[in-house]
């Protein structure tokens, strides 16, 4: 079992920054990949970020390139969602995910962790 914990959310300006962390439990989290999906308020969930167990690869959602960076720490169990230059379409509760068979999707359903998730709320 892997349990997986965001932070970091809150509420931003347009135009500012916010660094999501995403803490795992377990010993096999360097060899999953891990997501960043987020959900708005009567939208369905969507895929932000990936990258692979090493880290060698990222992939975006389009409206998000340029802007959000995900990294991960393999010694400290952790992942991040470095976001700049926020809008407030970007207003939603984001979620950490992990697959356990590290494939490289943005099907969330693929993905066998998920965390509580953590509020971004962005002003205009």
């Known amino acids: 079992q892997v349990q997986l914990v965001e932070s970091g959310g809150g509420l931003v300006q347009a135009g500012g920054s916010l660094r999501l962390s995403c803490a795992a439990s377990g010993r096999t989290f360097s060899s999953y990949t891990m997501g960043w999906f987020r959900q708005a308020p009567g939208r369905e969930r969507e895929f932000v970020a990936l990258?692979?167990?090493?880290?060698?690869?990222?992939y975006y959602k389009d409206s998000v390139k340029g802007r959000f960076t995900i990294s991960r720490d393999n010694a400290k169990n952790t992942v991040y969602l470095q976001m700049n230059s926020l809008k407030p379409d970007d207003t939603a509760v984001y979620y950490c995910?992990?697959?356990?068979?590290?494939?490289?999707?943005?099907?969330?359903?693929?993905?066998?962790?998920w965390g509580q998730g953590t509020q971004v709320t962005v002003s205009s």
């Open positions: 990258i692979n167990w090493s880290g060698r690869y990222t």
């Open positions: 995910a992990a697959d356990s068979r590290a494939r490289v999707t943005i099907t969330a359903s693929a993905y066998d962790y």
